[in-house]
């Protein structure tokens, strides 16, 4: 790990995902921005994902949107990792309009982080949600995602 990866570890959570989450090798996600505050993943145009209509397939929009989520709640909640892991609880997305070319994904936390690990440090499991927009090129939106994660701690 070179000096600079070391001084802002967050600009490697969408490295580490890409290196340990089979789904998004196969898919060849790209992570182009990872924050505590947003997470964007981009799907490229890939033929071998397309579904019936000449798009992405709804489930690589649905791999795309959730491994955003992923990426925000390791940027967001990563210095809880010793003591909590995070999960995926539940998701529902909705497919709003014809999705063609590239899509990314925009995943913003949908509870304050500070709130998070203050119910996580009085003994809580919380659950929090995570929004996903996923939008073409021309940032039409043509999906939104919801999944609630929860940290669970450690025994």
Avoid: C
Wanted: net charge negative; hydrophobic share 45%; glycine share 8%.
């Amino acid at each position: 790990m070179s000096a600079e990866q070391m001084a802002d570890p967050m600009n490697n959570v969408g490295e580490l995902l890409a290196a340990t989450v089979p789904m998004a090798r196969t898919l060849n996600l790209q992570f182009l921005e990872t924050t505590p505050e947003r997470a964007v993943v981009r799907l490229p145009d890939q033929p071998d994902f397309h579904n019936h209509v000449g798009g992405p397939h709804a489930g690589a929009m649905f791999t795309l949107a959730e491994s955003a989520s992923g990426a925000i709640v390791l940027a967001a909640f990563g210095e809880q990792l010793s003591r909590a892991v995070p999960l995926a609880v539940r998701a529902e997305i909705g497919y709003k309009k014809l999705a063609k070319g590239v899509v990314t994904a925009t995943a913003t936390l949908g509870r304050p982080a500070a709130d998070v690990i203050a119910e996580l440090d009085a003994g809580g499991r919380p659950e929090f949600p995570v929004t996903v927009a996923i939008q073409r090129e021309d940032e039409a939106v043509t999906g939104e995602m919801t999944v609630v994660w929860t940290l669970r701690p450690n025994a």
